[in-house]
């Protein structure tokens, strides 16, 4: 039956909740709850309130242009994903594991309706800002018929069985410390495992129909049918404890690579934004799909890694479970979908599983790149003394920001989006490149920064006196 008042266009030129200088006035007012500030600590276990957005930057950052392809590691970029991430994540519910009372503050300020208010400002400029790279870099075009979809993703069924390798594991398995570049793999997962199926849950309420019945199936495997122990999220946090990584969510913020951010905010955009129900379709079967292999594969490297130290039961959980949910997406979810919404919603379910595909894609090759970022220490420590002899020499002339810091001085963990030489004058520097791993910077030393890479620092003398060199590209400066 067709709706018999027909709506007209309603546009109002009174308000414009899409104002950049109205967005940018609540990001800054949404930093100044001190629950984001900077910390003095690289770690912060067991309070989800606390969470460093390196807040005073934000009145320098420009989020006017959205992202592309080529700026998506940008410290811009880390910012609006660390922010965009609190903000989702002030919809679901934390509570410490130890000592309640003494984070109790945290607690109020976290859900503070004033902040919760400011973040539901911020989110969709931030979405924007950040997804609508996706709107160019994924076209689907073609007359899309169920018939096709299905064939389309039974061919992806068959693509991920027949895998037999991952590079994001080789590189993990042929990095000169595996087990730091594991636990820093599992760190990026903790991000979204530890609070497993919350986006997801979004869209169980409402009304509509067996749709919501087959997904709420999913949803309570994932939940372990309401045992804690067999809670995937659970499992995940016996995977951390086997291998004496910190198991209560955002212990590791710091150490989440951009791109990890990046494919959880995903996620919750998706599941946020209810308009874009069909495309989570596309992309929950990609996540549920090619999580058999990877789930494989990564129980495969992981045992390598640690020995049997390791509980994997995370992993081989998945293995099993999401065969079955895989195929639930498929048969009882797509399939039906497309029945009785008819065949234009395929676009958006085709598009939300190339996205997701895509960014899977871009966080995977973040993280190669770290691990050989950080692998390569010594290397980027020894690449100092040239480049700075061409400054010294006047070949070059970057420009220069002098620091003097006391003892214990951290800055938190970010990018730059240019290489930057750090050059220590006198003192010692830590020179931060992942959790528990750095390499130490004497006077007279230093270390080529690369961009997009994530690094912080700690001051290990009375103070030090070091300078940051923009210098745009080493590579350049050398040749
Ligand atoms: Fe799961
Ligand atoms: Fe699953
Ligand atoms: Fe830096």
Redesign the pocket.
């Given at each position: 039956m067709k709706t018999a008042t027909a709506i007209s266009q309603e546009t109002s030129t009174g308000l414009n909740i899409f104002d950049y200088e109205y967005f940018k006035s609540c990001l800054i007012e949404y930093g100044k709850c001190n629950l984001f500030k900077d910390t003095e600590e690289w770690v912060l276990d067991d309070n989800p309130y606390r969470r460093t957005l390196r807040p005073h930057i934000f009145h320098h950052l420009d989020f006017s242009q959205p992202l592309n392809r080529q700026n998506l590691l940008t410290y811009n970029s880390l910012t609006a994903n660390r922010t965009l991430l609190t903000v989702y994540e002030s919809n679901f519910v934390f509570l410490p594991k130890h000592d309640f009372s003494e984070k109790r503050k945290d607690f109020e300020k976290f859900y503070d309706s004033r902040l919760q208010t400011l973040g539901s400002i911020i989110q969709p400029w931030l979405e924007q800002y950040i997804f609508s790279f996706l709107d160019t870099e994924v076209t689907v075009t073609g007359n899309w018929t169920a018939t096709a979809v299905e064939e389309y993703f039974n061919e992806y069924i068959e693509t991920v069985k027949n895998t037999e390798s991952s590079l994001v594991m080789e590189t993990i398995e042929n990095s000169i410390d595996p087990v730091h570049a594991a636990k820093t793999f599992l760190i990026q997962l903790a991000g979204d495992f530890l609070v497993e199926s919350s986006a997801m849950s979004r869209n169980i309420l409402g009304s509509f129909g067996s749709l919501q019945s087959e997904l709420f199936k999913l949803v309570i495997d994932e939940y372990g049918y309401g045992v804690h122990q067999t809670k995937h999220s659970r499992l995940f946090e016996e995977t951390l404890e086997s291998v004496g990584l910190e198991s209560t969510p955002h212990t590791y913020w710091q150490f989440y690579l951009t791109s990890s951010l990046m494919l959880n905010n995903y996620f919750n955009y998706i599941c946020a934004d209810h308009s874009k129900f069909f495309r989570y379709l596309g992309a929950i079967f990609y996540a549920e799909t090619s999580f058999i292999k990877s789930c494989e594969l990564m129980a495969k490297t992981l045992k390598k890694v640690f020995g049997s130290t390791i509980n994997n039961r995370y992993f081989l959980e998945h293995v099993h479970i999401d065969h079955h949910h895989s195929r639930m997406v498929l048969d009882k979810m797509i399939k039906p979908a497309i029945a009785k919404y008819g065949e234009k919603i395929i676009p958006e379910i085709v598009r939300g599983f190339e996205e997701a595909k895509l960014i899977t894609e871009i966080a995977d090759q973040d993280f190669i790149d770290q691990v050989h970022w950080a692998d390569e220490g010594a290397k980027y420590k020894a690449l100092a003394q040239p480049v700075y002899a061409k400054i010294q020499d006047g070949s070059i002339n970057p420009k220069m920001q002098q620091f003097i810091e006391p003892r214990g001085e951290l800055?938190v963990t970010?990018?730059?989006d240019g290489d930057?030489l750090?050059y220590i004058e006198s003192g010692v520097l830590h020179f931060v490149t992942g959790n528990n791993r750095y390499t130490v910077l004497n006077a007279g030393e230093g270390t080529v920064?690369q961009r997009n890479r994530l690094?912080?620092?700690i001051i290990d003398s009375e103070e030090c006196v070091y300078n940051?060199y923009s210098i745009g590209d080493y590579k350049k400066c050398l040749s």
């Amino acid at each position: 039956m067709k709706t018999a008042t027909a709506i007209s266009q309603e546009t109002s030129t009174g308000l414009n909740i899409f104002d950049y200088e109205y967005f940018k006035s609540c990001l800054i007012e949404y930093g100044k709850c001190n629950l984001f500030k900077d910390t003095e600590e690289w770690v912060l276990d067991d309070n989800p309130y606390r969470r460093t957005l390196r807040p005073h930057i934000f009145h320098h950052l420009d989020f006017s242009q959205p992202l592309n392809r080529q700026n998506l590691l940008t410290y811009n970029s880390l910012t609006a994903n660390r922010t965009l991430l609190t903000v989702y994540e002030s919809n679901f519910v934390f509570l410490p594991k130890h000592d309640f009372s003494e984070k109790r503050k945290d607690f109020e300020k976290f859900y503070d309706s004033r902040l919760q208010t400011l973040g539901s400002i911020i989110q969709p400029w931030l979405e924007q800002y950040i997804f609508s790279f996706l709107d160019t870099e994924v076209t689907v075009t073609g007359n899309w018929t169920a018939t096709a979809v299905e064939e389309y993703f039974n061919e992806y069924i068959e693509t991920v069985k027949n895998t037999e390798s991952s590079l994001v594991m080789e590189t993990i398995e042929n990095s000169i410390d595996p087990v730091h570049a594991a636990k820093t793999f599992l760190i990026q997962l903790a991000g979204d495992f530890l609070v497993e199926s919350s986006a997801m849950s979004r869209n169980i309420l409402g009304s509509f129909g067996s749709l919501q019945s087959e997904l709420f199936k999913l949803v309570i495997d994932e939940y372990g049918y309401g045992v804690h122990q067999t809670k995937h999220s659970r499992l995940f946090e016996e995977t951390l404890e086997s291998v004496g990584l910190e198991s209560t969510p955002h212990t590791y913020w710091q150490f989440y690579l951009t791109s990890s951010l990046m494919l959880n905010n995903y996620f919750n955009y998706i599941c946020a934004d209810h308009s874009k129900f069909f495309r989570y379709l596309g992309a929950i079967f990609y996540a549920e799909t090619s999580f058999i292999k990877s789930c494989e594969l990564m129980a495969k490297t992981l045992k390598k890694v640690f020995g049997s130290t390791i509980n994997n039961r995370y992993f081989l959980e998945h293995v099993h479970i999401d065969h079955h949910h895989s195929r639930m997406v498929l048969d009882k979810m797509i399939k039906p979908a497309i029945a009785k919404y008819g065949e234009k919603i395929i676009p958006e379910i085709v598009r939300g599983f190339e996205e997701a595909k895509l960014i899977t894609e871009i966080a995977d090759q973040d993280f190669i790149d770290q691990v050989h970022w950080a692998d390569e220490g010594a290397k980027y420590k020894a690449l100092a003394q040239p480049v700075y002899a061409k400054i010294q020499d006047g070949s070059i002339n970057p420009k220069m920001q002098q620091f003097i810091e006391p003892r214990g001085e951290l800055s938190v963990t970010h990018v730059h989006d240019g290489d930057e030489l750090c050059y220590i004058e006198s003192g010692v520097l830590h020179f931060v490149t992942g959790n528990n791993r750095y390499t130490v910077l004497n006077a007279g030393e230093g270390t080529v920064i690369q961009r997009n890479r994530l690094h912080g620092a700690i001051i290990d003398s009375e103070e030090c006196v070091y300078n940051i060199y923009s210098i745009g590209d080493y590579k350049k400066c050398l040749s």
